[in-house]
């Protein structure tokens, strides 16, 4: 633990989830005064900032396989709109309405090799390897 650094969550949000921001919404926050571990003065100065949690819903686009001339606005009907969320969601309780929704599905993500997370190169494979049969 690190007592240098100090985690501010709010209480709970408009749904009374708690420590949980509300999306589209900005924060404001003060400090005043902050007491030293290893005494009992107060040190006063004033710092702050505000924030800005971004929405839910942080983009839409739209895909086909038979043109690249798609966008939100203007798209295939043969095609795909995609809605890029902030954060995971549970597809199963979205509640999305539309005329004649066929299917909500996740998107695809790339598989991520373990070994590229580490730090440092890759491991190469062997100079001399094996041979087949």
């Avoid at 902050?34 to 702050?48: K, N, R």
């Avoid at 199963?92 to 580490?118: F, H, N, T, V």
Wanted: with cysteine.
């Amino acid at each position: 633990m690190d007592q240098r650094i100090l985690e501010i969550r709010p209480v709970k949000d408009k749904f009374g989830r708690a420590g949980k921001w509300d999306f589209s919404t900005a924060y404001t926050y003060a400090v005043a005064r902050a007491y030293p571990l290893e005494g009992d003065l107060g040190i006063d100065f004033s710092s702050g900032n505000s924030i800005q949690i971004l929405p839910l819903l942080a983009s839409v686009s739209a895909e086909s396989v038979r043109s690249t001339h798609v966008s939100a606005d203007i798209f295939d009907p043969q095609g795909k709109l995609i809605l890029h969320f902030a954060e995971p969601i549970n597809k199963d309780g979205l509640q999305i309405s539309g005329r004649k929704i066929l299917a909500k599905e996740y998107g695809e993500k790339c598989k991520l090799d373990p070994r590229a997370m580490k730090f440092g190169p890759v491991p190469r494979a062997s100079k001399n390897p094996t041979p087949r049969s």
